[in-house]
C-alpha cells in the first residue's frame, strides 16, 4: 500500500504503474484523512479493514485513482 497523499506525483505515478501492471492496489477512502497507516491506526481506524475494503484493479482501479488523485 502507498500513503494516503493524493497530491503527490510521484505516489499516484507508482500506483498508476502497478495497475497497468494488472496489480491490486489501496485506494484510500476520502473519508481517511491520515497520510499513512501508523496515523491511521493512531486515530482509531480499523486499519486492516480499510485496506481490505479497498483494494481495486484494472479498470476499477484506474476509476478509483482519477476520483483520489489531486495532482
Same mark, same amino acid.
Given at each position: 500500500?502507498?500513503? #494516503? *497523499? %493524493?497530491?503527490? /506525483?510521484?505516489?499516484?505515478? @507508482? +500506483? *498508476? @504503474?502497478? +495497475? =497497468?501492471?494488472? &496489480?491490486?492496489?489501496?485506494?484510500? %477512502? &476520502? =473519508? +481517511? &484523512? *491520515? /497520510?499513512?497507516?501508523?496515523?491511521?491506526?493512531?486515530? $482509531?481506524?480499523?486499519?486492516?479493514?480499510?485496506?481490505?475494503?479497498?483494494?481495486?484493479? $484494472?479498470?476499477?482501479?484506474?476509476? &478509483?485513482? #482519477?476520483?483520489? /488523485?489531486?495532482?
Amino acid at each position: 500500500t502507498y500513503d #494516503n *497523499e %493524493p497530491r503527490n /506525483k510521484e505516489i499516484v505515478n @507508482r +500506483i *498508476e @504503474r502497478c +495497475i =497497468s501492471n494488472n &496489480k491490486r492496489v489501496v485506494i484510500w %477512502p &476520502k =473519508s +481517511i &484523512k *491520515e /497520510k499513512d497507516i501508523n496515523d491511521m491506526f493512531l486515530a $482509531g481506524h480499523d486499519v486492516q479493514t480499510v485496506v481490505q475494503s479497498n483494494v481495486y484493479h $484494472g479498470l476499477e482501479a484506474q476509476l &478509483k485513482l #482519477n476520483d483520489w /488523485k489531486r495532482v
